[in-house]
């Protein structure tokens, strides 16, 4: 591998670290906030009771840590941010596509895109449709590009994130 694209690749780790760090701290100086948001309706749909074939997906009490990611999220996207909104928001994501990929029985190799290859295997299981699978390789670009790019993300990719993340996680709730 060439020198420069280590340094290159350790840089922007560097950069998305330090990026991070300062979040946690301009987050630990703010006073506790809660947003409220109103709770999506639930309907019963065909993928629903694919899903329920599957496994019983996120319950009630998994719901809560999930609505903090995002209010943290929002919090660092109204400080300036965005990056640090980004990761933290592809850290829940991966997790939730990785646990609705082992309750399907479905076998995960290393990759270079794990959000990406979780969808796409997903969708191959019946769990996600194609818009959902689509929804989480726009969000893995917009990841990539936080994590990558030296530039901060505008507000807008952090907000889109976090819709997407909403979509495909809503997908995988029974």
């Known amino acids: 591998m060439p020198i420069a694209t280590i340094v290159t690749v350790a840089s922007t780790a560097i950069t998305a670290v330090g990026a991070l760090i300062g979040a946690l701290v301009a987050l630990r100086s703010r006073p506790c906030t809660r947003c409220r948001h109103a709770e999506p309706t639930e309907a019963i749909t065909k993928k629903a009771k694919r899903q329920k074939a599957v496994g019983a997906g996120f319950t009630a009490s998994n719901e809560n840590p999930e609505r903090a990611k995002i209010d943290e999220a929002e919090i660092f996207i109204s400080t300036g941010h965005c990056r640090a909104a980004i990761l933290i928001l ?22 270079a895109s794990p959000g990406v290859q979780m969808a796409n295997a997903l969708f191959k299981a019946d769990v996600l449709d194609k818009s959902d699978a689509t929804a989480a390789r726009l969000f893995s670009e917009i990841y990539e590009r936080a994590a990558t790019v030296s530039t901060e993300p505008s507000a807008g990719d952090a907000r889109l994130a976090i819709e997407l993340r909403n979509r495909i996680l809503q997908s995988l709730v029974v």
């Open 90 to 111: 592809n850290i829940s994501l991966e997790r939730a596509l990785r646990e609705a990929a082992h309750r399907a029985g479905t076998r995960l190799t290393h990759s």
